[in-house]
């Protein structure tokens, strides 16, 4: 069974910064994209960034020169690294990992558990 276990999130000023993990459990052979997604209260759920297994990487608009996606194929995780941070990023932010092939599943997606982030003074 795959899951993805999140962390990183918390309480940061306007302007700080907050680094997400999110690392894959299981038997792995390989994963295709990863990406983090967020929601924000009464908003549908978006694409933030995105990184193939290549390393070919996608941003939002809203967090292009702010946000570093990077992932460890070794580890099967992700990260985001978070710069300059604003009240808009408010959101759970979600890790997902497809096309996850592996002990128990072969091609299928997986999402983790979300992990809050407030940026606020």
């Known amino acids: 069974q795959v899951q993805l276990v999140e962390s990183g999130g918390g309480l940061v000023q306007p302007g700080g910064s907050l680094r997400l993990s999110c690392a894959a459990s299981g038997i792995i052979y390989s994963i295709n994209n990863m990406g983090w997604y967020r929601q924000a209260p009464g908003k549908q759920r978006e694409l933030v960034a995105g990184?193939?297994?290549?390393?070919?990487?996608n941003y939002v608009d809203s967090v292009k020169g702010r946000f570093t996606i990077s992932r460890d194929n070794a580890k099967n995780a992700v990260y985001l690294q978070m710069n300059g941070l604003k009240p808009e990023d408010t959101a759970v932010y979600y890790c997902?990992?497809?096309?996850?092939?592996?002990?128990?599943?072969?091609?299928?997606?997986?999402w983790g558990q979300g992990t809050q982030v407030t940026v606020s003074s």
């Open positions: 997902k990992a497809e096309n996850v092939r592996g002990w128990g599943t072969e091609g299928s997606d997986y």
């Open positions: 990184i193939t297994s290549s390393g070919i990487i």
